[in-house]
């Protein structure tokens, strides 16, 4: 089966299950340990996607030589440092898809940075640098970092994940060493319950399995990495669920007559269900209900919105609605101020309980207490372990309460209503991402 035939295949199916996701632009990002290659991999698919102006490879060259890795490490500090610090995105497209592509860093310091890339990404690319690997062996331990982002974007519900083992051409016997790290990666996503659409191995520095398919080299006979992307679903609207809608900015008109209505207009973006006039909507938090008289789309035209698009709301009379607040279906969701999550710790100091956050959910803050550490993930063996506190870059799982209530659905349902941000109240820095059980 050629790339077009499984890319209409997958769009017959998209199209059978009500999403067009095949047609829209594909946002991945790249993600794995230190050094594995993840910019040098994004530079070699946008130089043999011809993506790159010829004076854009002029300004990249070292030595005489062009380093595929500085078309994404735009810092100073990453190119002084030859590291990835902060997530760069790059554009390109094909004759078939459209890509955004996120490079999110290696360091177990940055691990905020690529949280933040993979929580809104439809795939991740999770490189393997054959190299680094006792690859002779069968049983080989896999590096940290790879666990943890693995680990990570499995958690964010990243809905595509590809494993991309890089560097074989640096290897003595690349086949073999492919062969043990495709296993290894295998039992450990099986043990992990992680998902894995391919095992593909790429020279990301030589070009071979990136955009052009070398078959037959380690074995492989299946797609390119480019070619496998192309066939990717992007990530459903979540239309399935109830009606909900977080308030972003409320705008009055200039000047109205029409006393049939509200005179404000509420904007956002409906995060679950649709919304369509004659429907009516509860204000969280004050608890008043409305009726919907009319519904915008991005450039003001009248029409029903469904989840995931930018919608304009009038209700039918005045009520008292303000950035942060939320409209939702009415009796269908229950305000709580107690939730379980899967807490992904960000911050330099440790989680600890009694401790007190900024939480964000939509546009809406409030304030969040620690009432207990469950558990703790250790990231090489699986295991749940008794924590008193969660160190930097950890994964557990944690009991939060809040000042006041927030409409919750479980992360595996709704990625917007099962995901919060703590923020510290002192220094304002995003310290740890909660995802709701």
């Not at 940075?113 to 690997?133: E, F, R, Y």
């Not at 043990?180 to 990666?185: C, E």
């Not at 299946?222 to 990530?235: H, Q, R, V």
Request: glycine share 6%.
């Amino acid at each position: 089966m050629t790339t077009m035939d499984l890319i209409a295949a997958s769009a017959d199916t998209a199209s059978a299950n009500g999403q067009n996701d095949l047609r829209s632009a594909l946002k991945f990002i790249t993600c794995g340990s230190v050094d594995d290659g993840k910019s040098t991999l994004i530079g070699r698919l946008l130089v043999d996607s011809k993506a790159v102006l010829v004076d854009h490879l002029a300004g990249v060259q070292r030595a005489g030589e062009t380093d595929l890795a500085l078309l994404t490490d735009g810092l100073s500090a990453e190119r002084e440092q030859g590291i990835t610090i902060d997530v760069a995105y790059r554009y390109f497209a094909t004759e078939h898809r459209k890509f955004i592509i996120g490079d999110a860093p290696g360091h177990e310091q940055y691990t905020r940075n690529m949280v933040t890339a993979a929580s809104s990404a439809d795939a991740a690319v999770v490189l393997v640098d054959a190299t680094k690997l006792d690859w002779q062996n069968p049983d080989m331990e896999l590096l940290q970092q790879t666990r943890r982002h693995s680990l990570l974007v499995n958690l964010l519900r990243v809905p595509s994940i590809v494993f991309a083992v890089n560097k074989l051409d640096a290897v003595e016997d690349a086949t073999l060493a492919f062969q043990n790290i495709s296993g290894a990666l295998a039992k450990f996503a099986e043990a992990a319950k992680i998902p894995v659409r391919a095992t593909v191995p790429v020279s990301a520095l030589k070009g071979f399995n990136v955009v052009d398919g070398k078959p037959g080299w380690c074995g492989y006979e299946g797609l390119s990495l480019l070619d496998l992307l192309e066939t990717l679903p992007g990530t459903p609207a979540e239309t399935a669920e109830a009606f909900s809608f977080p308030v972003q900015w409320v705008e009055k008109f200039s000047s109205s007559s029409d006393t049939s209505q509200g005179r404000r207009v509420f904007w956002g973006r409906v995060a679950t269900g649709n919304v369509q006039p004659g429907q009516t909507v509860t204000v969280l938090p004050s608890g008043q209900t409305a009726v919907v008289a009319q519904v915008l789309d991005h450039i003001r035209q009248p029409k029903a919105i469904p989840a995931g698009h930018s919608a304009g709301i009038v209700l039918d009379r005045e009520v008292d609605v303000s950035r942060g607040d939320w409209l939702l279906a009415p009796d269908t969701f229950t305000p709580s101020r107690e939730v379980a999550v899967t807490m992904a710790w960000m911050d330099d100091e440790p989680l600890v309980a009694g401790r007190v956050y900024w939480a964000l959910q939509g546009h809406r803050w409030v304030k969040a207490k620690v009432r207990r550490i469950v558990h703790k993930l250790d990231v090489n063996t699986l295991a749940e372990e008794d924590a008193s506190e969660l160190p930097p870059n950890a994964i557990g799982h944690v009991e939060l309460s809040f000042q006041e209530p927030l409409v919750t659905l479980p992360y595996l349902r709704s990625r917007i209503l099962g995901s919060l941000v703590l923020v510290d109240t002192a220094s304002h820095k995003t310290s740890g991402a909660a995802l709701v059980l």
